[in-house]
């Protein structure tokens, strides 16, 4: 099931989005005693975060973790584990239980088994997965034709290594770790959000493509076990 959430302007969006997200977390604590929840980095869920962090949530009933990391220090400015830390900088609770990706292995790839770990080790329900859209039609770290897609794509493991191929998105960090497809399902909800024209026609692209390859956010919107959410505004 995929719902649309479109608004006039990101004041509009972040406000409906906010409000949606802390439904979603009290909501499933209802039932739960822990939840977890996905967030992905970047500039575009900025608004959100800063409204998060100084919410009047029971933080210490909840797991954040990260949905994809760029493979550098969390103090160089790519890190999405540095972004989250320092939007939630005065919420310790958040900080203390954020589950990053990136560890001290030298490449992602041999940190797979370990990052998977630290993901299995986190209380269900996941509540909800915030991913973005990239202009190329990427979600979380799920980039066209990259090394180890396929793996992403099929494993049922939590995390895999991505090694995307270079390109105006990407920047010079290629390689990455996700969530899979699979742990990216296992969410109750999944929230895609993202702005701009020229990303609303890469998502209607998505939604007709049949190459979860050439467009990886395919994989997601076309799926009908997990019900997505999309926040959108010009």
């Known amino acids: 099931m995929r719902t649309e959430h479109l608004f006039p302007d990101q004041d509009a969006l972040f406000t409906a989005l906010y409000a949606f997200c802390v439904e979603a977390l009290l909501g499933d604590l209802l039932t739960s005693a822990q939840v977890s929840c996905f967030l992905s980095g970047g500039n575009t869920p900025r608004p959100l975060y800063s409204r998060l962090a100084v919410a009047a949530l029971p933080w210490q009933h909840i797991h954040p973790a990260l949905a994809d990391e ?10 999405n584990e540095g972004l989250l830390r320092d939007c939630f900088r005065d919420n310790q609770i958040f900080l203390d239980k954020l589950c990053g990706m990136k560890d001290a292995a030298e490449a992602a790839e041999l940190a797979e088994s370990a990052c998977s770990a630290r993901y299995a080790a986190l209380p269900a329900p996941y509540s909800f997965s915030l991913l973005g859209l990239g ?26 290594a991505i090694k995307a191929q270079p390109s105006a998105v990407t920047g010079p960090n290629i390689e990455r770790m996700t969530l899979t497809l699979a742990s990216i399902l296992k969410s109750r909800r999944i929230i895609l959000l993202f ?27 076309q799926q009908t076990a997990t019900p997505v959410h999309v926040f959108y505004c010009k």
Request: proline fraction near 6%; aromatic fraction near 8%.
């Open 70 to 79: 760029r493979w550098v220090a969390v103090g160089n400015p790519a890190s």
């Open 135 to 160: 202009a190329d039609g990427h979600t979380a770290s799920l980039f066209p034709h990259a090394e180890g897609l396929a793996a992403a794509l099929e494993s049922p493991a939590f995390c895999k």
């Open 195 to 221: 702005t701009g024209h020229e990303k609303w026609q890469v998502y209607q692209d998505a939604l007709h493509c049949h190459d979860r390859e050439a467009l990886p956010a395919s994989a997601v919107l």
